[in-house]
């Protein structure tokens, strides 16, 4: 891929990990002739602003953070018909590990000026009272939503063992919940919210989509059942590596629920 690309920082993902590897990956870009513009994000939704702009002038739009700001400038770019890639620079880099994107800064900017792309699936988020979003990682219920929620206040603890971590301090208070899971007839998991709805273009290797046409609709099959969590996984990892979902591939059109 060349041309023009817009690099979205996270200056705290990964605890400042994003700041300083972006002088790499800035000059490895340079190196290989492509010019980028560098805007630090103020807040998740100003970062959504900057790629939404950049996908309009015809740039592509490259996440240089976490799976937060990845997942959701990938939606962005689907939106838009974009181009969209990573730098990992955060504690998990899910969605980078899955895709094959290298956690070298260097190594990573060399993928996105390789020129090879590829198609993943989103998922469709829709919650009451708030406006439908699109996602790249998986969407989870429970235990791992408010593990998620502790890891983020974890300033003290850096790198990929603040999820385990979280993840008991999760446990520890927690008592089993009532969960409703419906998945409809085309496949969509309506009581988790969540739905294949679009696809984003990835610097990255070259895969084909999933051929759904033609399948045979089916009854909705309703799950109701007390535990510790719901997860639609879109790929197989989340939580830092944890393979939550084996089976699952962020490419085949269909997702996995745990």
Same mark, same amino acid.
């Given at each position: 891929?060349?041309?023009?690309?817009?690099?979205?920082?996270?200056?705290?993902?990964?605890?400042?990990?994003?700041?300083?590897?972006?002088?790499?990956?800035?000059?490895?870009?340079?190196?290989?002739?492509?010019?980028?513009?560098?805007?630090?994000?103020?807040?998740?939704?100003?970062?959504?602003? $900057? *790629? @939404? %702009?950049?996908?309009?002038?015809?740039?592509?739009?490259? &996440?240089?953070? !976490?799976?937060? /700001? #990845?997942?959701? +400038?990938?939606? $962005? *770019? @689907? %939106?838009?018909?974009?181009?969209?890639?990573?730098?990992? &620079?955060?504690? !998990?880099?899910? /969605? #980078?590990?899955? +895709?094959?994107?290298? *956690?070298?800064?260097?190594?990573?900017?060399?993928?996105?000026?390789?020129?090879?792309?590829?198609?993943?699936?989103?998922?469709?988020?829709?919650?009451?009272?708030?406006?439908?979003?699109?996602?790249?990682?998986?969407?989870?219920?429970?235990?791992?939503?408010?593990?998620?929620?502790?890891?983020?206040?974890?300033?003290?603890?850096?790198?990929?063992?603040?999820?385990?971590?979280?993840?008991?301090?999760?446990?520890?208070?927690?008592?089993?919940?009532?969960?409703?899971?419906?998945?409809?007839?085309?496949?969509?998991?309506?009581?988790?919210?969540?739905?294949?709805?679009?696809?984003?273009?990835?610097?990255?290797?070259?895969?084909?989509?999933?051929?759904?046409?033609?399948?045979?609709?089916?009854?909705?099959?309703?799950?109701?059942?007390?535990?510790?969590?719901?997860?639609?996984?879109?790929?197989?990892?989340?939580?830092?590596?944890?393979?939550?979902?084996?089976?699952?591939?962020?490419?085949?059109?269909?997702?996995?629920?745990?």
């Amino acid at each position: 891929m060349s041309g023009q690309f817009c690099l979205v920082v996270n200056p705290v993902a990964g605890r400042g990990r994003a700041v300083r590897v972006l002088p790499v990956a800035v000059a490895a870009l340079a190196a290989a002739g492509a010019a980028c513009e560098v805007t630090e994000s103020a807040s998740l939704r100003h970062a959504q602003e $900057v *790629a @939404a %702009a950049a996908v309009q002038r015809g740039d592509a739009v490259v &996440a240089v953070g !976490g799976d937060g /700001l #990845a997942s959701a +400038l990938a939606g $962005v *770019a @689907a %939106a838009g018909s974009g181009i969209f890639g990573i730098i990992p &620079a955060g504690r !998990g880099n899910d /969605l #980078a590990r899955v +895709l094959g994107i290298p *956690a070298d800064p260097a190594a990573a900017a060399r993928v996105l000026t390789a020129g090879a792309t590829r198609q993943m699936d989103l998922i469709s988020v829709s919650v009451p009272g708030q406006p439908d979003h699109l996602v790249a990682g998986s969407v989870y219920l429970g235990v791992p939503a408010l593990a998620g929620e502790i890891a983020n206040r974890m300033h003290w603890l850096g790198g990929p063992m603040v999820y385990p971590v979280a993840a008991l301090r999760a446990l520890a208070g927690w008592k089993p919940a009532r969960f409703r899971v419906e998945i409809s007839g085309n496949g969509a998991a309506e009581g988790s919210g969540a739905v294949v709805a679009g696809q984003a273009v990835l610097a990255g290797a070259a895969a084909g989509q999933a051929d759904r046409g033609g399948a045979a609709r089916e009854p909705a099959v309703v799950h109701e059942l007390a535990g510790y969590a719901v997860v639609v996984a879109n790929s197989a990892y989340f939580g830092a590596g944890m393979k939550v979902a084996p089976p699952a591939r962020i490419d085949d059109g269909v997702l996995d629920i745990v």
